[in-house]
């Protein structure tokens, strides 16, 4: 499965981006997808992650009321609502994809995207 995030960008706090992931390579209705992001000097980190008809879906703590999950598998793409941003949701955003399940855990994905960049300003 080849990965293409896209959508992120330059916004103030309290403001709202819609990221977007589209698959293509395999059936993108098999995998479980879940966005994860990388602030600077941090390690990556789990925000959100959706089953693979999307009745199912998770939240980190931290993103939980604010940002939202979803996918559309006729047009193999997997979204990231996120509203209520704040300077600290600053990070490289990027989506993956595992195989017949969906998970918090990195190991546990098959294939990830190159990343999109968000930065919320103060």
């Known amino acids: 499965v080849q990965l293409q995030a896209s959508g992120g960008g330059l916004v103030q706090a309290g403001g709202s981006l819609r990221l977007s992931c589209a698959a293509s390579?395999?059936?993108?209705?098999?995998?479980?997808m879940g966005w994860f992001r990388q602030a600077p000097g941090k390690e990556r980190e789990f925000v959100a992650a959706?089953?693979?008809?999307?009745?199912?879906?998770y939240n980190a703590d931290s993103v939980k009321g604010r940002f939202t999950i979803s996918r559309d598998n006729a047009k193999n793409t997997v979204y990231l609502q996120m509203n209520t941003l704040k300077p600290e949701d600053t990070a490289v955003y990027f989506c993956a994809a595992a195989q017949n399940q969906y998970s918090v855990t990195m190991s546990e994905y098959d294939y990830w995207g190159q990343g999109t960049l968000v930065t919320v300003s103060s």
């Open positions: 390579g395999r059936t993108f209705s098999n995998y479980g």
């Open positions: 959706i089953n693979w008809r999307g009745g199912f879906t």
